[in-house]
């Protein structure tokens, strides 16, 4: 099996202003490139909290930690 190409995916800060998105940095866009825009809150420390607290919660709380407990 062969990989003709890789993709790499880069993220690109920007804001909304007068209904147009305008990047925070300097990229060069080829006409047609494909974007995937994500809508962030405002409040972006709870955004973040709030995504990693699955996978927070999966590697804090779990009964295979409880051993430990009984060590201390």
């Given at each position: 099996m062969?990989?003709?190409?890789i993709?790499?995916?880069?993220?690109?800060?920007?804001?909304?202003?007068?209904?147009?998105?305008?990047?925070?940095?300097?990229?060069?866009?080829?006409?047609?490139?494909?974007?995937?825009?994500?809508?962030?809150?405002?409040?972006?420390?709870?955004?973040?909290?709030?995504?990693?607290?699955?996978?927070?919660?999966?590697?804090?709380?779990?009964?295979?930690?409880?051993?430990?407990?009984?060590?201390l």
């Amino acid at each position: 099996m062969t990989i003709d190409k890789i993709y790499i995916l880069k993220t690109l800060w920007a804001t909304v202003r007068q209904g147009k998105i305008q990047l925070l940095e300097s990229a060069e866009l080829p006409e047609g490139t494909t974007v995937l825009v994500t809508l962030l809150p405002d409040d972006e420390a709870e955004f973040w909290l709030q995504a990693t607290q699955t996978s927070l919660s999966s590697v804090w709380d779990n009964a295979e930690d409880d051993v430990y407990a009984q060590l201390l």
